[in-house]
């Protein structure tokens, strides 16, 4: 019975500057990610080059989390409560890392 | 008894019902929420590399003259370098590389199935998601390569002494990983490349059958009938997800 009675909907035809803006996000997303592998192989590792892939990476986050998941464009509280988590997560991965390299101080 | 009473701005009605918090609808935050606890998950997988890689000796010398052993972390480039039906040759984290290619294609497909679903376009969500289903497909497929590889390993392994399961200190050819042993570098690195890239390979195969539901359910028109295509909107957000983290464990397990 429910579905005897097809509700047509009305498509509404194609933004062509939406769908370019997709398109050109992936560009970009691309364009960084060859980047980074130019620099995997052109820069002797340290601690220069992990600063740049983390920056990099960073980068790539952003637009994934606008442009893809839309993030800006919910209401104020939930982009922060999004957001806010994520900034003490990066200051724990910096802790542990320091935490990590003093292990391998006490250990060798 | 009037003194007790609560004064409620009639503006904001909220105990009327039928408001949404945060101007989201239930399954969007609730999609939200998850998704963000599911980025501790990760977050704590990423720092519990990030901790274990730095408590271990860095090698020290050219990349070129790499040997691997368990006495130090091995360079990423070094050990991802191989490739399906190229048997041998050295090509430095070019299947990673094509995995990630996939992913982020695969990401862009479902944000225009998403664009489609705004339109009410069934014809163009249908095709996008069909699109976005085979983008995960292939990158599972590439893991699943990616893995019979590194567990089987290289044709000529490495000489290491290590403490095998039996407690037994012992000096043998090692070849491939697995939890207690492997030829690449220090047992931790091969429990954290399976337990990071698998944790993040059992969320895409949730994606891929998300994704399949979502697809055979816009093609015979529920969606339509449904009137709205939100659904598609929400396993959106978790593909994007999933495309997310892949970012970060490509930079942490295969650059850095």
Known sequence: ?108 | MSSTAIQVNSKRGIWGGGNEPLKASYGKLMMWFFLLSDIFTFGAFLITYGAIRMSYPAYEGAAADFVSSNEYWPIPERIFDAFPFFHGAHLPLVFVGLMTFILIMSSVTMVLAVEAGHRNDKNDVVKWLLWTLLGGITFLSCQAWEWTHFIHGTDDGTMLTYINSFNNIVTETVYGANLVVNEYGPPAFAQLFFFITGFHGFHVTIGVVLLFLAFYQAAVGIYQQRGHYEMVEKIGLYWHFVDLVWVFVFTFFYLI
Do not use: C, Q
């Open chain 1, 1 to 108: 019975m429910a579905l005897d009675n097809k509700k047509e909907m009305e498509v509404i035809p194609k933004d062509a500057a939406k769908i370019r803006k997709i398109w050109l996000t992936a560009l970009i997303l691309l364009v960084v990610t060859a980047i980074e592998f130019v620099f995997a192989f052109t820069m002797p590792r340290g601690i220069l080059l992990y600063v740049i892939f983390i920056l990099l990476t960073i980068v790539k986050a952003y637009y994934i989390m606008m442009e893809f998941m839309h993030l800006g464009e919910e209401a104020k509280p939930l982009f922060y409560s999004i957001i806010v988590p994520l900034i003490f997560l990066v200051w724990l991965i910096i802790a542990l890392m320091k935490e990590g390299a003093d292990i391998f101080l006490m250990r060798w």
